[in-house]
Structures are given as C-alpha cells and as structure tokens.
C-alpha cells in the first residue's frame, strides 16, 4: 500500500510539473506573439504588393513578394540622408551621455560635499520635468548661441566674426547638452551610473588611494573597468531614445530631419510624391509604404538589439532596474 500511495503521489506531482512547464510555455508564447506581432505585421505588409493587400485569403505569407514599398519608402525617407543624420546625433549625445553622466552618478555615489541630496533631489526632478516645459527657452539658446559671452566678445574684437552662434539644423543640439549631463533623459542615466556605484565596494577605491590613485584616476582605472553593465544599460537606452525622438528634433531640425521626423511626415511626402508621379496613392498604396517606412526606421535599432540583447538582459539585472 506504501508503495501505490508513494506511486500515486509522484504520478501527480509529474502531472501537475507537466501540466504548470505547458502553462508557462503558452504564457510565454502568448507574451512573445504581443510584442513580435507588430513587427511581423509590418514585415508582411511591406513585402506585399499593393494589389494583393487586401485580399482576404492572405493572412501572413504574401502571394507575390514585392519589394517595391520598400524602395518606394526607401526614396521618400531619403533614408541614407536621414539615417546618417540621424546616426551622427545620436552616437554623439550618446558617447557624451556615457562619460558626463557616469562622471555625475559616481560623484553621487562617492562624494561627501554639501547639499548632495539637495542637488540630486534636482536630478531626480529632471526626470519627471515634461522637455514641453523647456523647449522655447532652449530653441532661444541654441538659435542664439554665445559661451559664457565669449563670441560676442570676439565680435567686438574682430567685427566679421558673428555675434552669436546658430546650432539650430545642426547635431550639437543634442550633443552638447548631452556632454554637460543635460541631454535626453539625463536625470535617469546619473541615476543608473549612481546607484551601481553606491553598490560597488568602497575597498577598491581605499586599496587605490593607498597604490597613490587620486580621485579621477581611480574612477578611470579602477571603476569603469568595472561598471560595463551600467555602460550597457545607459548606452543601448540613449541610443534608441535619441534615435525614435520625434518632438525635440522635430523642433531642432527644419531641413535634413532624423528619421523620426521623416517618418512622421511620410503621409505628406507620399503626396508631394504623387504631384510628381512617383507613386500613385491609392489606400492600399499607402498603407504598404507607411509599413515600410516604419520597418526602415526600426532597422538600425533591431539589428543593434540583436546583437546587444544578451548584455542588455545582463545589465538591466546588474543594475537593479525593475518594473
């Protein structure tokens, strides 16, 4: 009787571990189709011709694949002209997102001066201020751009150089403020470098100090080898921010626009399109080449993702970055 019940038993716990690993694999299934769903969509959409959009009895796979939306959208992007604008934004404010924000959160994390908490309340503040709030005041800056007086000074010194600087149209835009910590969501990249410098051993930097490391040397040598999941983390999250960012480069850019702004246009520049007789715009027309344009603009990103998604995954852990 020992022996049946104990049978018995292990029969139901098998079952019940089957039956929970199947559940948790539908779940998963379930989750994954959510977030792929939309790039499935467009990745059949665009490879259909416009004619055989609508045709009911295709679900997924076309009848015919047609590359001609993606060409199509590939020229009213002027995709190489967007995308190398766009490139040269966002590596820049990305690169001085890395070292002016790792440079802020490890002075958090270790420095002792005061009003600290004061000065990094203000930080976290930056997070939540709306960048509506702010965007005339630095339209003005960056129409009317002077450092610390110095290029009116020089106008007066040498009458042909002008008065002030114009870095509206121009990448700095997003590169210099990126550089002073200032830039797209800089409040949130201090405070990923702050807390895993907070975690990080006070031994290391005592062991420095005694080796004759000063401060700066020891944050080189000793705790950037060590942060390369903060580094991760903060540069896979700045590079997708500044690339899918619409209103600031909207606002910055009149002429050579990012991609975002490109796409968000495209509607418009399938009609300029058509007053040329570049395409013919009918519904189903636009609806492929919308797709395409939107599959182009993820292109960079997805492809940077795919190889970066393992040490994304190990970075977000590290860091402590939930919900």
């Known amino acids: 009787m020992n022996i049946k019940h104990l049978s018995v038993n292990r029969i139901k716990s098998h079952t019940t571990s089957a039956i929970w690993k199947i559940f948790r694999f539908v779940l998963l299934i379930g989750i994954c189709y959510i977030f792929i769903f939309p790039v499935l969509y467009m990745i059949s959409v665009s490879l ?3 004619a055989t959009v609508n045709d009911p009895s295709v679900v997924w796979i076309p009848r015919e694949v047609s590359f001609e939306s993606i060409k199509t959208a590939f020229k009213i992007l002027e995709f190489p002209r967007a995308v190398k604008t766009t490139l040269i934004m966002t590596l820049g404010s990305t690169l001085g997102s890395l070292i002016s924000c790792s440079l802020a959160g490890y002075g958090f994390a270790r420095f002792k001066f005061k009003e600290k908490n004061i000065a990094f309340g203000l930080v976290i503040l930056t997070i939540i201020v709306p960048p509506q709030t702010t965007i005339i005041s630095n339209f003005i800056n960056f129409r009317n751009f002077d450092v610390l007086g110095l290029t009116r000074l020089l106008h007066l010194i040498i009458p042909s150089f002008p008065e002030t600087i114009n870095l509206i149209n121009t990448p700095f835009t997003f590169i210099l403020p990126a550089f002073f910590a200032t830039g797209l969501r800089a409040g949130l990249f201090i405070f990923i470098f702050r807390q895993f410098f907070a975690g990080m051993p006070k031994d290391l930097e005592e ?14 040598q000793v705790m950037l080898p060590l942060a390369k999941s ?3 983390t903060v540069l896979l999250f700045s590079f997708i921010w500044h690339w899918n960012d619409y209103f600031s480069a909207s606002m910055y850019f009149n002429n050579e626009q990012p991609i975002a702004v490109m ?14 007789n570049f395409v013919t715009n009918t519904p189903d027309e636009i609806r492929t080449y919308l797709q395409a344009g939107c599959l182009l603009s993820i292109s960079v990103p997805l492809v940077l993702y795919i190889f970066t998604q393992r040490f994304f995954t190990e970075s977000i852990e590290r860091t402590g970055i939930v919900g």
């Open 263 to 276: 796409l968000n246009q495209m509607r418009a520049l399938l009609q300029d399109a058509k007053l040329f």
């Open 48 to 50: 259909r011709s416009a």
């Open 207 to 220: 062991a420095a100090m005694i080796d004759g490391c000063g401060a700066f040397r020891t944050y080189v």
């Open 230 to 232: 903060a580094f991760i």
